[in-house]
């Protein structure tokens, strides 16, 4: 059975489509997992039905059978493979449903159909129905950006202001703060990770940090370096029990962490939350949500044209509006999430074909969601543990991170430095071995310029090695992995 068994607004599936298949290959898990502990909501399965996961997952992705046939991809951190059913999605909106938006001829409606249905796409995704809403864009680099100027017209930012930024901070999420602070002459205060591995983040250093000229603060749910997940519930109870109370907005950064597990702007209750689409399987896009009190906050401030009513959200914060074909990818998206929770529960999904609300993706629920990402989890623990047992028995490796394998509280974004090798002679040695992976300061500068002042890393642009794995990568890719790693390492 196909993803593409109906087309995204009910047109008949191209010849391009890529069919799931059920091998009969079995991988081998090649290692106990004795560390990793799964988050409660991680469904356990047998090893078999574990190894039938994988290849079903990687049935979606047709680089799998070609480009990366003879390469383990291990670069996800930098952006996630994309399934079929999404790729081809996107071509057929271009195809057969390219038109401007609101012209109201029936081309345009369809197109229309697509973006709204891409938003509502993401807001189950992210659980953020009923409280807030989603802007989207090109890259959360450029939506944060946003965020940061549109808080500058705003004129909520005065001098003497104080902007706690987290120093694991993407740039992304760094950057606009503190050029935003310089422009109106607010403080910059940096919540710092610890000084030695594995670089923790303390809560009571974000408390004493806190006053009441507090207005913003930056974090990353996740660290794109370090890997660790911050309690992002706990920072928010902090915030509001802080000195400055509700006027103090959360800014997190979602990236590193919404490929791995689920989102929840409702239990959460944090102001601003972004996630780059492209590296959770989908085009290259990104979302930034906003509870409702937040975007009322900037009113007007939105970057979008004059006579837009600054009620009128998220229009006003999309300026040039998003990418339709790229929303047809995001909508495409939810086959993907619909498929890996019937494979994991052992049924098939079942698909729409309704051409009046957009087609099978329609149908995504947050308890499909929250299936798939139970599901995604349990087929990243035993990865994350092959990879962490294999560096911490190397004596001159220091893991760059939490040193333990946990899927509560890091995800499988390793990164390391060795002792007596560069960063970059170990990055060209793997990548030689057959395994797609970076070095460097992952966008982290601040983080490592300060790793270099402690005597940890070599130099900004040598940085760390980081392997970056996602659950369609398997425990025999790893395995060959640690069996290149011993003997490199």
Known sequence: MSLRAVGILGLPASAGNYAITHSTTRLSTQRTVSRAQARPSCKMTTGEARNQLYEQSRSQF??????????????????????ACVADAMRDHLLFNNAQLGAGHELSKRSTAVVEKAHNVIKTIMNAHGVGEIALAGATSTLFAMLADSYRRSKKIQHGDE??????????NAGPWVRLAEETGAVVKWWRVKECPPFSTSMEDLQQLLTDKTKIVALPHVSNLLGEVLDIAAVVRAVRDGPAGGTTRVVADGVAYAPHLPMDMKAWGVDWYGFSVYKTWGPHMAAL??????????????????????????????????????????????????????QSQGSQP????????????????????????????????????????????????????????????????????????????????????????????????????????????????????????????????????????????
């Open 62 to 83: 047709p680089v799998f059978d070609k480009a990366l046939a003879h390469m383990a991809f291990m670069e996800n951190a930098g952006g996630s493979q994309v399934p």
């Open 163 to 172: 902007i706690i930024i987290h120093d694991s901070s993407h740039e992304a």
């Open 289 to 342: 949500y906003g509870s409702h009190s937040a975007f009322q906050d900037l009113k007007e401030a939105g970057p979008n044209h004059y006579w837009i009513s600054g009620t009128d959200v998220p229009m006003k914060f999309e300026l040039g509006g998003p990418a339709h074909e790229g929303c047809a990818g995001i909508v495409a998206l939810s086959r993907y999430f619909q498929f890996m929770t019937a």
């Open 350 to 489: 079942a698909h729409s074909s309704s051409a009046s609300d957009g087609g099978a993706a329609a149908d995504l629920d947050r308890g499909t969601v929250e299936a798939a990402y139970a599901t995604f989890c349990h087929m990243e623990a035993p990865l994350q543990a092959q990879l962490i047992d294999c560096l911490n028995q190397h004596p001159n490796v220091t893991i760059v991170g939490p040193q333990t394998a946990n899927t509560a509280s890091r995800v499988a974004t390793v990164s390391f430095v060795h002792k007596t090798k560069t960063s970059d002679e170990l990055d060209a040695a793997i990548q030689r071995a057959g395994f797609a992976i970076r070095h460097g300061h992952m966008y982290a500068m601040r983080l490592t310029e300060r790793l270099v002042d402690l005597q940890y890393v070599r130099s900004p642009a040598d940085g760390v090695v980081r392997i970056s794995l996602l659950h369609y990568n398997t425990p025999e890719e790893v395995q060959q992995l640690v069996s290149a790693l011993d003997k490199m390492l």
